[in-house]
């Protein structure tokens, strides 16, 4: 199964509201990364936070870090209509493969 | 302009007939992988390598090959495509090996296989 599942599954708001996404994990990481992807194309990475970090501020994202719940938030604040796209969290895989477990995706709506 | 480019972005071909799908990294990054997305699967990891020379198999590497003999290229090979391969591919790279690094990806080669 999935290492990360986000929620909700999809989310539809207006142009200037805030939205939120939330991910959940079940095993112990390093660090957590949010990536965004427009429709059909490739993923773009927003930011990374480390497992020793609860907090972290890019622009208008926020990003928290809960690891005694295995849960993160991203926070979109004064959302764009360019910001319609799909989010994905992503957290390491065991081991040093480098690998990315990503959950199945946030798909964003903003109407302007 | 740092990126990772794929080549084709776009492929329709039939069962049996091998096909490569190349993907080159202009970032010196030591490692790369390839992804396949699936509806309702997510993104999964079909082969990685952390240098030349190196690879290994990801979650779903059945039916596939890559090769690493260049920092730069890590092509995806389909010797004998089928139906079920009919997905999304992404190319990725990092710096280095291990998730403490970003990765970049590619613009995606969407593989209809009939």
């Known amino acids: 199964s999935q290492q990360g599942e986000e929620d909700p599954q999809a989310l539809s708001i207006q142009e200037g509201e805030n939205a939120t996404m939330n991910c959940s994990y079940k095993?112990?990481?390093?660090?957590l990364q949010w990536y965004r992807q427009n429709s059909g194309r490739g993923l773009v990475h927003l930011i990374l936070?480390?497992?020793?970090?609860r907090e972290k501020h890019s622009g208008r994202l926020r990003v928290t870090l809960d690891t005694s719940k295995k849960s993160s938030s991203l926070l979109i604040t004064a959302s764009r209509a360019a910001d319609t796209a799909s989010y994905f969290c992503?957290?390491?895989?065991?081991?040093?493969?480098?690998?990315?477990?990503f959950g199945q995706g946030t798909t964003l709506q903003v109407k302007p | 302009e740092a990126q990772v480019t794929q080549n084709p972005r776009y492929l329709i071909t039939v069962t049996g007939k091998k096909l490569t799908v190349t993907c080159s990294q202009n970032?010196?990054?030591?490692?790369m992988s390839w992804y396949r997305q699936d509806p309702g699967l997510g993104l999964r990891q079909i082969y990685y390598?952390?240098?030349?020379?190196?690879?290994d198999k990801g979650d779903v590497p059945e039916g596939y090959k890559v090769s690493r003999k260049e920092k730069r290229n890590f092509p995806l090979i389909l010797e004998s495509p089928s139906p079920n391969q009919t997905s999304l591919y992404f190319c990725?790279?990092?710096?280095?090996?291990?998730?403490?690094?970003?990765?970049?990806f590619g613009p995606g080669t969407r593989l209809t296989v009939t």
């Open positions: 990725a790279s990092s710096r280095t090996s291990g998730t403490s690094y970003e990765q970049y």
């Open positions: 095993t112990s990481i390093n660090n």
């Open positions: 936070i480390r497992s020793n970090e």
């Open positions: 992503a957290t390491a895989g065991s081991g040093n493969t480098g690998k990315l477990i």
């Open positions: 970032m010196n990054h030591e490692y």
């Open positions: 390598s952390m240098n030349v020379e190196v690879t």
